[in-house]
């Protein structure tokens, strides 16, 4: 599983309930397209967190690159329903960082062969 992580703060006056159905909108569309694997939402919680980064995480999962290289292309259209759902939430957020992770081990790795 291969999850992009980003990282985000609210623009000022935003409600945090707008952002929570401004994603729902988003991603849940993608995921019911066979875009996305599934996703969560994450909030700073008593203020504890990595210097840097924003107070809400989005964690999106999907099965592969090539699922998530899908998910891009459906973004990158800039074509309705996507953009607007896509602006839907861009609109509200300032801070934006992006990152992304994969399951470890890998479930295809053969132990014992590094040689470095």
Not at 27 to 45: S, V
């Amino acid at each position: 599983m291969d999850v992009y992580q980003i990282s985000c703060d609210l623009k000022p006056g935003v409600r945090d309930h707008q952002f929570v159905e401004a994603l729902n909108g988003y991603l849940g569309a993608l995921k019911a397209g066979g875009k996305i694997e599934g996703w969560r939402l994450l909030r700073r919680k008593l203020g504890l967190g990595m210097p840097g980064l924003g107070e809400f995480q989005i964690l999106i999962e999907t099965r592969d690159l090539a699922q998530l290289d899908a998910a891009f292309v459906a973004a990158s259209t800039r074509n309705e329903p996507v953009e607007g759902a896509h602006y839907g939430v861009n609109s509200l957020v300032v801070n934006f960082q992006a990152a992304l992770y994969r399951d470890f081990p890998d479930g295809h790795r053969v132990p014992g062969g590094e040689r470095f």
